[in-house]
């Protein structure tokens, strides 16, 4: 998530339905899924078609799977029946009981308790609520009724387990948060028991009221809730709050304009929440709770440093992210729009040292690009401060800010030194490629492909369409890294000789007329004035960083679909020129740092053969090469199933001679059939 890149996708046949949350299976790394509500697939991540991997048709529906990171899962079915996923699978079409008649079940949670997995659910039946707990390895099942509340019912619910009492909090209708406690240790038969509520937070606050849809438990003093917060009078607005539920406050709330699915999850003290069409991830930190930090009179010693971060997508033009240091009990770092107020004269004082780093840059914003920069670099220079990574990101994202106010302004070498000295990513500074994608920047290009490991499949394939596009002219004129072509590329324009190395990886020209055209021998072979490599040093220099880029071939082929015929034959010849250079080789290696591999060839040559099909085969400048590949691709195999057949018989050889004595001697023939 934090890379914003695919790792990878699976998808059922049409008229199939994914019927519950996927989860994953902690101690056999394994997918499980539930397909129209009976059948199971469980799969791992080198799986790519969903449709051959495991499956187990089960007797009754499944309701959720849920996965503990300490033990295997656990399966609930829609009747209340509940078994371990080993279990299930010795037998899936074994009888599951059903315990709960005309109950629809609302929610459940599973947890660990003194290595004992404990399931939690609750059902509602006629306007009546209802709480079971499931002890799995004492194979015990307690019910209890939910205390009714008049004129409001349940919405949401949440539970934690703490010194064998499970605590459930109810988010109720009335826009209150109820506290349900039920003891773990339960001795009595009695068969249904009613549970009392006690009221733990109402979620009004100077007039306005919160109308929960969800919410989760960040400790024992806070919680989240998702909703809509309305004033009378005035238009709900959904937005995410936090609240101190010791002293009845709220601590934080954060407007969502773009509305919300009404779901939220928290881990690892992150929130994960849909916001419009994009899944939003925001830190957040609860200190402990005092009566200073509710009504905002906590100290500043009091209050521990936040470290800033970068949070995706919210460096817009006019937006820096900016450390946001709260004097209250949570810091939710977010998006924020801060209005520049100190003056041209003041910039050259400001000091690193006593301001955030958020801060820095909105001071610097206005600042003459002397200075600017100056800045940039004194402050990068601070290689002990925390969160070092987190302030490059900040400070490309400030040097792209100004290259979108100012066209005119490109720092192509500060923008370089920084890449090509810091370990970045993508995610890190999104905009840096789009901006050299731009400003048709190819050496930048080549220097992010090489050392970033998540850049989008969107973005590799507008790097292989500009290099692609760019004439040799034009490159011979740019400042392109050669290390990956120059020690098997020929560069010498002016040199007019023919190799003379003979290719012969599989094949003789004479004995396999009919399949090796002695055409294409000779184009092979001819220099570069003539038809050695389709594309010059340069622009195969970059599409070789091209190639070596980690993909997603779900995600890159639709993008891939759209490069131009001739582009794509282009393409195709130079990676059609890079296979039979590495069948020169008995090792299929080429030489030189960060060459292209077989592998990455291979693959990269398959995506475009799949994408372009049909374009190749009408096109008649593609019919003839790929009728070339096809030939040399048959030799290659000929060649290979020879080379097997040489090795069966030298095993063969290795075994009877370590059968004879070694002191006899004698003259064998060994024929090869």
Sequence with gaps: VSDQKPLGCWSVKHGQIITCPVVCNFETHEYIAVQDDKVLRIWKNKDINLDK??????????YRIHSLSNGGPVVLFKGGGIRTLDVLLEAPQQEIENIISDEVIKWSEAFTEGQQPVLIFATEKDGDFFVYVQKLKMDSLHKYKLEQQELSKPLSFTAYIKNQMITLLCLYSNDAVYKVLIPLQQNTEEEEQILSKSLLLNLSVSGSVLKGTSFVVLDKDHIAVLGSLAASGEESKE????????????????????????????????????????????????????LAAAVGKLKDSQTPDVSSFVNWNTLGDEELVVSFQSQQSVALKSESKMTLRSKRNAVAKVQP???????????????????????????????????????????????????????????????????QTRDLSYSLCPDLMAVALEKKDVHLLQICLQRFPDIPEEITYACLKVF??????????????????????????????????????????????????????????????????????????????????????????????????????????????????????????????????????????????????????????????????????????????????????????????????????????????
């Excluded at 954060?254 to 929440?273: A, I, N, V």
């Excluded at 402050?379 to 925390?386: R, T, Y």
């Excluded at 596009?469 to 023919?498: G, M, P």
Aim: proline fraction near 4%; charge should be negative; glycine fraction near 2%.
């Design 353 to 419: 040292d006593t301001v955030s780093v958020g801060q820095l840059l909105l001071n610097l914003k206005d600042a003459p690009t002397t200075v600017f920069e100056d800045e940039l670099r004194q402050l990068m220079s601070k290689a002990q401060m925390p969160d070092f990574q987190a302030t490059i990101g900040c400070v490309i994202t400030a040097l792209i800010n100004r290259c979108k106010t100012n066209p005119k302004y490109y720092p192509r070498s500060f923008l370089l030194q920084i890449v």
């Design 239 to 290: 937005c995410l709050t936090i609240w101190n539920t010791k002293f009845q406050t709220l601590q934080i709330s954060k407007e969502l304009p773009l509305g919300t699915s009404g779901q939220l999850w928290c881990y690892e003290e992150k929130f994960f929440f849909t916001h419009g069409k994009v899944l939003t991830v925001i830190m957040y930190k609860c200190e402990t709770s005092s």
């Design 468 to 673: 692609l596009s760019i004439s040799e002219a034009y490159l011979q004129r740019v400042d392109v890294n050669l290390e990956s072509v120059i020690c098997y590329i020929d560069i010498e324009f002016n040199n007019k000789e023919v190799k003379t190395e003979i290719v012969e990886n599989g094949f003789n020209a004479e004995r396999e007329q009919d399949i090796w055209d002695t055409k294409i021998t000779k184009e092979t072979h001819l220099t570069a004035d003539g038809e050695f490599c389709p594309v010059g040093p340069q622009k195969a220099a970059l599409l070789n960083a091209v190639l070596h880029s980690a993909y997603s071939e779900t995600f890159l082929l639709p993008h891939l679909k759209n490069l131009p015929a001739q582009q794509a034959v282009l393409f195709l010849r130079y990676l059609y020129y890079l296979y039979v250079k590495c069948s020169e080789k008995i090792n299929t290696t080429l030489p030189g740092i960060r060459s292209p591999t077989i592998n990455q060839i291979m693959d990269w040559m398959c995506l475009l053969l799949d994408a372009h099909f049909t374009v190749m085969v009408m096109l008649p400048e593609a019919k003839q090469l790929l009728s070339n590949l096809h030939k040399f691709v048959r030799a290659q195999v000929r060649f290979y199933s020879e080379l097997n057949k040489i090795e069966g018989s030298l095993r063969e050889l290795q075994r009877l001679n370590h059968q004879k004595d070694p002191h006899t001697y004698s003259i064998e023939v060994l024929e090869l059939i």
């Design 53 to 62: 991997v495991f499956k187990a048709t089960l007797s009754a529906d499944v």
